[in-house]
């Protein structure tokens, strides 16, 4: 379990894998579309889309299985939830500070996860689905703030699909049996290279964003082999904290 990793897991992460690991392999058959397009060492930014609250462990499953490990962002406040909280700092996962004017003090985390040769994994919507058939919706400008922030690292596009058949926490549904297949696409990692040394305003992190999120959107549309809806469903978090962010990437004071 332990053998082939490219870099070391801590106690913490050792004591998720023994516990998780198991019960992974017992609750859903898997599928690994394009898992080589993963670099096996250095740094990546990889986009999921989000479906479930079971995502995080089919994607840590994946890279867990391809000898890296998974370097979630998670709100901060996770991260002062009593027990919770000390698992997840002391394995290594890193917390987003919302609400934050400032998107270098948001992320800086991840780019320092980045630095190490680590991978860091985001989900672009922010949090689960609201489309009623699962498609992506409107996503945030993390993922392209965090690119602007690392710019030689690849942003490599994910899709999934299956988990939430596992668990709908929105509709309340916990259906384990009977067992499910999850599958995952990775496409190829995205050149962003023009957006590079460009002032990072509103314009350019919505086309950014909607370029990474259409690549996300994208593998989805493989693994279900359908076409996704031309418009992407409205965000309840894309608003007013975005605004923020972007006049303070104009300079301007909020």
């Known amino acids: 379990m332990f053998k082939r990793m490219s870099e070391k897991p ?14 992974i392999s017992l609750a859903w058959r ?5 898992s080589d397009r993963i670099p096996r060492r250095g740094p990546a930014i990889l986009a999921i889309n989000h479906i479930s609250y079971a995502d995080p462990f089919v994607i ?3 890279l867990w299985d391809i000898g890296r490990l998974p370097r979630f962002l998670a709100k901060s406040t ?10 997840v700092a002391n394995a290594g996962q890193i917390p987003v500070y919302r609400g934050t004017a400032d998107a270098a003090a948001a992320l800086q985390g991840a780019v320092q996860a980045l630095e190490r040769g680590e991978i860091v994994l985001i989900y672009p919507e922010g949090t689960v689905t609201r489309d009623p058939d699962f498609w992506p919706m409107q996503a945030k400008s993390g993922t392209a703030r965090l690119a ?5 690292v690849p942003v490599i596009p994910v899709g999934q699909w299956g988990s939430q058949e596992f668990l709908d926490f929105y509709a309340r549904r916990f259906r384990p049996l009977p067992r499910k297949t999850v599958t995952v696409a990775v496409g190829a990692p995205l050149d962003l290279s023009r957006y590079r040394g460009r002032p990072p305003t509103a314009a350019l992190l919505h086309e950014m964003t909607d370029e990474i999120m259409g690549a996300v959107t994208a593998q989805v549309a493989v693994i279900r082999g359908q076409n996704p809806p031309a418009v992407a469903y409205p965000s309840p978090w894309v ?14 004071s909020a």
């Open 148 to 152: 602007l922030l690392a710019p030689d």
């Open 78 to 87: 996770i991260f002062h939830v009593p027990v919770i909280g000390r698992v």
């Open 239 to 252: 608003g007013s904290a975005e605004q923020g962010m972007d006049r303070q990437s104009r300079g301007e």
């Open 60 to 62: 840590a499953r994946l």
């Open 10 to 23: 801590g106690p913490y992460l050792r004591f998720c894998v023994i516990v998780f690991y198991p019960l």
């Open 30 to 34: 898997r599928r690994w579309i394009g």
